[in-house]
């Protein structure tokens, strides 16, 4: 409704409150599976989203669980692991819960800076960041490796997250 | 800065000269642009001489005046009341004595906001005071948002800047400064702004060249460059500095700027492992091969790669197999399943309809009872020929059915994705990052980025060097300038601040907000 006199005082503080809502960039590492809330008394779907606080340390890792998704398009629902996505701080839902809302880019290049008192240095750029993807055979094992098994314990289908330069930083099974 | 005629500089460099300066009212009803050319229906009213004291910031005048013994401001009455109320066009112009009014140079131009103040009280002179914003203030242009029009690639970032300055906030080519032509152009199809507040799009358009907007002394827009790699006025004397200050204050500047931008390349996103698409054949006798076309969507416009074909149920789901079934990806869009009906299944069909007809005129064999004919059964030699080939068929109809497909693939899509560069201090812990996110969808390589994102954090390190400086004044100097003495230090101005005095007589000093340049 809008009222003769401007904006209210209300619509400034709200103003502020959607400013404040923040998005954060984290990862798909499950793919979507249903949980229980025993808030709303409901299943609803979910994914664990590895978020990573700073980007040019993608080494440490928080993933936080059970995110809802709330994607009308169903892209969530369908992407895979491995996709960047941003999440969001919902307002709507009836707990403080991230959500997540679309597509993202997965590296970063930073340019460190050398701030001296005659004028700065620039460093060259880096790239920071870890990429997703399945395992390949080679990497799941070998038969001399693995007793006269073709493979490990880990099982096909496994994700790995690795870092810009192609290291291994950690492997992501597909179990919620 | 302030560009002036000859006249105007000879005086500003003479070492003896008076400042002067004149503070002016117009009626709104007059459009800006006929103001700004000086044709203004309404003739300005001068409130210099009321004038006791100005101080003059970073986009506002806070003016204090004193009311003359007819109270011609009196709120409820006051013959000028109107003269300074909410919405007037207020402007200050600066010179000197001697120098004519052609050449002074306008300072400030704003409009009045809220009401003012007016006290009388006995044996007192009565004070009013009341607060004038300049252009930028518009809190339509600040809060409403717009959306712009579409631009496609070549197009220049001058002209979606200028459909917003022109077309959407409505100023006319004497109200803007800011030039058209960039030499900077959008290279993704479709370039808009959609839904943002008409001076965050300015600023978003302007940090494409390093700048950010500001209505300048004469009411005009124009850009304030963040660059710090250049001089906008070196110091004639560094004797003009009468004081020189670094102020004591925290170091909490930000330290890392994230420049998040679109790339302008297309990457493929993954969707998950799933059925990309299905197809469902009923196959006939005389069909030795069908061709199914199996596309990923109905707009045939979705993605797919590793496809492989799952058969819910094969032609062969009878009881003899009477074909082969394959599959086939032809493009990223689709697929192709192919059904072939054995050769032997139309010949064998054709010859048992031979049989079927070529047994239906076999005569039937004849049994007779007794002597005479006179009756007994016919054994139907030719039927169960007919029989067994009407079996064999039904067998072959049978065994033909459907078949039911279903292809599976990684559905992948072509988007543009979002690419971040960052700036960073050299040598922090994460703890000690102090971040700004820049989001600009505009800008798409990351040479751009990482230009843009550097000259940020510099602007950004900047901030932690703070300095006043008191000098002589000098009218000419605006935000966003940089000046530099004789030691070649740089200082970028922030803000200046002046007080104008009692009838008139302008500021001999004035005081700059600046920081010191990294660069």
């Known amino acids: 409704m809008a009222t003769p006199y401007g904006p209210t005082l209300i619509k400034l503080i709200d103003h502020r409150t959607e400013r404040a809502t923040s998005d954060l960039l984290g990862t798909i590492v499950t793919s979507a599976y249903r949980a229980y809330d025993h808030g709303i008394l409901d299943w609803y779907w979910a994914i664990d989203v590895d978020v990573v606080p700073d980007e040019t340390r993608p080494d440490t890792t928080h993933s936080v669980r059970a995110i809802p998704i709330v994607d009308a398009s169903h892209e969530v629902h369908r992407a895979a692991i491995g996709s960047k996505v941003r999440i969001r701080k919902g307002k709507r839902l009836l707990y403080e819960a991230y959500s997540t809302t679309g597509f993202e880019a997965g590296q970063v290049r930073v340019t460190a800076v050398v701030f001296t008192d005659v004028g700065v240095t620039i460093n060259a750029t880096a790239t920071y960041g870890a990429t997703y993807r399945l395992l390949t055979y080679t990497e799941l094992g070998d038969s001399a490796n693995n007793g006269g098994f073709a493979y490990g314990s880990i099982p096909y289908g496994a994700y790995g997250k690795f870092s810009a330069s192609g290291d291994l930083l950690y492997i992501i099974t597909n179990k919620p | ?519």
């Open chain 2, 1 to 519: 800065m302030i560009t002036t005629d000859a006249n105007f500089k000879t005086r500003q460099d003479a070492l003896a000269r008076f400042p002067k300066y004149k503070l002016l009212s117009y009626d709104p009803a007059d459009s800006w642009e006929s103001i700004i050319n000086g044709t203004n229906a309404v003739p300005a009213t001068d409130l210099t001489p009321y004038v006791t004291m100005i101080d003059y910031g970073f986009g506002q005048l806070h003016i204090v005046m004193a009311d003359d013994s007819a109270l011609s401001f009196h709120p409820d009455g006051g013959a000028l009341r109107t003269k300074i109320r909410q919405g007037r066009i207020i402007r200050l112009k600066e010179g000197f004595e001697g120098l004519s009014e052609e050449s002074w140079i306008w300072t400030f131009s704003g409009t009045v906001e809220g009401t003012y103040g007016w006290t009388y009280q006995r044996s007192q002179a009565i004070q009013i005071d009341f607060s004038a914003f300049d252009r930028s203030n518009n809190q339509a242009w600040r809060r409403r948002p717009i959306t712009s029009r579409d631009y496609t690639v070549g197009a220049d970032w001058g002209d979606m800047f200028y459909n917003i300055v022109h077309d959407i906030m409505g100023l006319s080519d004497t109200e803007n400064n800011v030039s058209r032509y960039w030499s900077l152009t959008f290279d993704k199809n479709s370039n808009q702004i959609v839904m943002l507040p008409t001076w965050e799009a300015l600023e978003g358009l302007l940090f494409g060249v390093n700048a950010r907007p500001w209505f300048n002394g004469a009411g005009k827009l124009s850009s304030i460059l963040t660059t710090q790699n250049r001089v906008t006025y070196t110091l004639p004397n560094d004797d003009l500095i009468q004081r020189y200050s670094a102020k004591a204050g925290n170091t909490e500047t930000i330290n890392k700027i994230i420049l998040t931008y679109l790339s302008n390349q297309l990457s493929p996103v993954e969707g998950g492992h799933q059925v990309l698409g299905t197809a469902i054949v009923t196959t006939g006798f005389f069909i030795p091969q069908q061709d199914l076309d199996v596309y990923w969507s109905d707009d045939r416009r979705t993605r797919g790669r590793n496809t492989t074909m799952l058969v819910k149920q094969s032609v062969n789901g009878g009881l003899i197999p009477v074909g082969d079934e394959s599959y086939q990806e032809i493009d990223e869009f689709h697929g192709r399943v192919t059904i072939e009906i054995s050769s032997w299944v139309p010949v064998l069909a054709t010859s048992l309809m031979a049989i079927y007809l070529a047994a239906a005129i076999l005569p039937d064999l004849v049994v007779t009872l007794g002597f005479v004919a006179s009756g007994g059964f016919t054994i139907s030699v030719g039927r169960i020929i007919e029989a067994v080939a009407l079996l064999t068929m039904l067998i072959l109809m049978m065994s033909l059915g459907t078949g039911q497909y279903e292809v599976w693939g990684i559905p992948y899509e072509m988007v543009y994705l979002e690419q971040q560069h960052i700036a960073v201090k050299s040598g922090l812990e994460f703890w000690e990052e102090r971040e700004r996110e820049i989001k600009n969808q505009f800008v798409s390589t990351d040479e751009r980025a990482k230009i843009l994102a550097l000259n940020a954090l510099f602007f950004e390190a900047m901030k932690e060097q703070p300095r006043t400086i008191t000098m002589r004044t000098d009218a000419r100097l605006e935000p966003g300038d940089i000046i530099q003495t004789s030691t070649g230090v740089k200082f970028y101005i922030e803000s200046v601040k002046k007080s104008l005095a009692r009838g008139g007589a302008g500021p001999n000093i004035m005081e700059l907000n600046c920081y010191r340049c990294v660069l």
